[in-house]
Structures are given as C-alpha cells and as structure tokens.
C-alpha cells in the first residue's frame, strides 16, 4: 500500500470555512459538524464496548493502552511510533511501522493527545474531524471524517 503519509502533512483544511455544493458556496457549520463528530464517536464506542476511551477537553477522546515508562513526548519532540488510521467503519487509510517525525508538524489529534502517553506507550486516539483534516478530502479519507488511530510510541527527542 502506498503511504499516504496523511499524518505528515500540516492540516490546511481545518482552516477551510466553505465547502461547494451544485456549484453554490454553502457556510461550513463547525459547531454543527462538531456536534454530528461526537455523535459518531459516542455511538462507535457504545459498539465497541472494549474501548474506555476519555474525552479530552479538546474534544478528541483517546485510551492509553499502555503507559509505558520513558519521558513523554513534547510538542518540540521528534517522535518515533508505528501506528495504523481508520475510518469509523473499518476501512483502514494509512500504517507506518517507523513514523520519525516532528510532533508539532503532524495532526492538532496527535499533538494534543499524545504528550499524555510515554515512550514505551500504546494509545488510541478516536478524533473529531477537525483535529484531523476537516471538510476536505485528503487522500482516500472523505471530508469530514472521525478518524481512530492506534498509536506504540517508541522514542521521543528534542
């Protein structure tokens, strides 16, 4: 599968405020996306009861795995993990065995939930689609998607 890297990339679609429509411009909603995003978790959670993911105040849920026992990552940190995205549905999107990269420079979703996990540590992260890529299509992912990563973090550096 070629990567899509779509992690890598600073995410210019939140800062999108229309999307077109029959060719007419319609008013991006954010709140009411936001509240339709939290409504997509919450019932992706009441099927997989397995998860015990909690909300961040951000509004991204996300379950620590395993703690892991090394220093926790920066938002200055090159991190190193191995991680795989999904849709809501199952469709997987993107997996990388040897993610290195700058965690200010990866999606708003992994720079706000992962300094909460240490090196050595496992996470899942379930993000709103604004934390994520928006209302834009990036790659195979559709505009406006609730997007579940499992993320290892193997090292962090400054």
Known sequence: MKKILLLLLLPVAILSSCVKSNNNVVPYDAAKQAATDDATIKTYLAA?????AVKDTSGVYYQIITQGTGSNPLLTSTITAAYTGKLTNGT??????????????L????QIVLP???????????TPSRYAYGNVQAGTIPPNSVLIFSVSLSGATN
Not at 48 to 52: C, L, M, V
Not at 116 to 126: A, N, P, R
């Open 116 to 126: 909460y996990l240490k090196v050595g540590g496992q996470m899942l992260i379930i």
């Open 92 to 105: 997987l999107f993107d997996s990388s065995n040897s993610l290195v990269y700058p965690l200010g420079n």
């Open 48 to 52: 997989h009861t397995e998860i015990h």
């Open 107 to 110: 999606i708003p979703a992994w």
